[in-house]
């Protein structure tokens, strides 16, 4: 079945430092959404990529979808330390198909 | 607006045990969802409701059964709780289900003793 990796698992930064994670899928996507999820919380919807190569913002957060549509990317710019909590990548494998979750990243910012 | 409603809270079960965990949308979503969490394994899908009157196996449904009993409402139930049940749940709803942001519950802590 298809498998959403996502790396890495847990990442610590000192807040105004920059974070990336990376979704790796074993086949090809149709889509991909970002969640976030705060710490003691539900996952929230983040945003939707849908064409190959696709970038978007969101003002220092920066989406990116492969040009292949089997990677994704959530870049973070000079983070706060509202920005603490497990951000996930789903992926589908057609448009009709069940959203498949990565493990998460778990994101720490240190003031 | 309260969104996607899910009761009870927290819940902690004798193994054996039988329990429905609720789920309740009023943004007259189509498609709904239940999924479990376990730390390290992101969020896995149980079963789902791609709209009223049908339900659907997601990735682990083994234990549990559901019910749409209404556009509004999709519950879970575990016939005969195990320890290996202990999770969070998190009920979802979408407007429909082809490309469509999900919209979670605040959780259900479950231990099963």
């Known amino acids: 079945g298809q498998q959403v990796m996502q790396i890495p698992q847990y990442q610590h930064v000192q807040e105004g430092e920059d974070f990336t994670t990376y979704c790796n899928s074993s086949t090809t996507l149709s889509n991909i959404q970002w969640y976030k999820q705060r710490p003691g919380g539900h996952p929230v919807f983040l945003i939707q990529l849908v064409k190959s190569g696709e970038v978007k913002k969101q003002k220092r957060l920066t989406f990116q979808f492969g040009e292949a549509k089997k990677n994704s990317s959530l870049h973070i710019t000079a983070t706060q330390t509202t920005d603490v909590g497990t951000y996930f990548c789903a992926g589908r494998g057609t448009s009709y198909g069940k959203l498949t979750f990565g493990q998460g990243t778990i994101l720490t910012v240190h003031p | 607006n309260a969104g996607v409603t899910q009761t009870p809270k927290f819940q902690v079960l004798k193994t054996g045990q039988s329990m429905t965990l609720q789920c309740a949308q009023d943004?007259?979503?189509?498609?709904m969802y239940w999924y479990r969490q376990d730390p390290g394994m992101g969020l896995r899908l149980i079963y789902y409701s791609a709209s009223e009157g049908t339900t659907d196996k997601g990735e682990v449904p083994n234990g549990y059964n559901v019910s749409r009993l209404n556009k509004r409402e999709f519950s879970l139930r575990l016939e005969s709780a195990a320890p290996s049940q202990t999770s969070v749940y998190f009920c979802?709803?979408?407007?429909?289900?082809?490309?469509?942001?999900?919209?979670f519950g605040d959780g259900t802590r479950l231990s099963i003793l």
């Open positions: 979802a709803s979408s407007p429909r289900q082809q490309n469509q942001p999900q919209h």
């Open positions: 943004m007259n979503h189509n498609s």
